[in-house]
Nanobody, 126 residues
Framework: QVQLVESGGGLVQPGGSLRLSCAAS????????MGWYRQAPGKQRELVATVATGGGSTNYTDAVKGRFTISRDNAKTTVYLQMNSLKPEDTAVYYCNVKRRSTYAYTGFSVSYEYWGQGTQVTVSS
């Protein structure tokens, strides 16, 4: 029940910059985490960065620390990934990720749901 629309991918030279955007719509009131993952050819999908919608805490993979910055808007419905000092090894399909939690009133039992965007290609090459 959450739809994600990604934008901002493209082709850049090493050392260049890109800014990815992901807008969420639908059942957004219970979203507790938003982030970005990436998948290169022949590799598993890996975490890039996440931000918690509650306290705003962030998490980055070591490969992008100091170069990438994740952020969200005031409404907490859009997440951004500012990518600076891009390297060829950053080339991958980047996927927006959203996590939502529902709690059932009768029992207090909670269930988490995960949603993915369609992916946007980022290519870093000279």
């Amino acid at each position: 029940q959450v739809q994600l629309v990604e934008s901002g991918g493209g082709l850049v030279q090493p050392g260049g910059s890109l800014r990815l955007s992901c807008a969420a719509s639908g059942s957004i009131s219970s979203i507790y985490n938003m982030g970005w993952y990436r998948q290169a050819p022949g590799k598993q999908r890996e975490l890039v960065a996440t931000v918690a919608t509650g306290g705003g805490s962030t998490n980055y993979t070591d490969a992008v620390k100091g170069r990438f910055t994740i952020s969200r808007d005031n409404a907490k419905t859009t997440v951004y990934l500012q990518m600076n000092s891009l390297k060829p090894e950053d080339t991958a399909v980047y996927y927006c990720n959203v996590k939502r939690r529902s709690t059932y009133a009768y029992t207090g039992f909670s269930v988490s749901y995960e949603y993915w965007g369609q992916g946007t290609q980022v290519t870093v090459s000279s």
